[in-house]
Structure formats: structure tokens, C-alpha cells
């Protein structure tokens, strides 16, 4: 999965120092980043889906 945001990126390289993700993650969505410059932020509409998705992938009842 490709990054959306320039906060999307610090958030999972720390994520993944913090050893919340598996090490080499970030790497890889890294490489399927295809734009060099990304936003600071997504937009709010984006933020949301995103946040879903990331509850859902976690097994969370965010969004229920």
C-alpha cells in the first residue's frame, strides 16, 4: 500500500521502531509509493476512510 501522506510516513516508521508492525513494512510501502512528493496531510474525507481501514485491519470495533 502505497503512502497518502508525509504523517503517514513518520507515523509507520515509528510504528514500526515501536515494533507495532513487522520490520520492513514501511520499506515496502515505501517502494510502492510512486509519488516523491506527498502532501503534509490527506484530506478529511481520506483521514476517515483511512482510520477505518486501519481498525478493521487491527480487529478494533472502531467505526461500529
Not at 503517514?8 to 513487522?22: C, I, L, P, S
Not at 510512486?34 to 472502531?62: C, D, M
Request: hydrophobic letters at 30%; a positive charge; aromatic letters at 8%.
Amino acid at each position: 500500500m502505497p503512502y497518502k501522506s508525509q504523517a503517514q510516513r513518520r507515523f509507520m516508521y515509528a510504528a514500526e521502531a515501536r515494533g507495532d508492525v513487522k520490520k520492513g513494512t514501511a520499506g515496502r510501502w515505501e517502494e510502492e509509493t510512486t509519488s516523491t512528493r506527498l502532501p503534509e496531510y490527506v484530506k478529511e474525507a481520506q483521514r476517515r476512510a483511512l482510520g477505518k481501514l486501519a481498525g478493521k485491519a487491527k480487529g478494533g470495533s472502531r467505526g461500529k
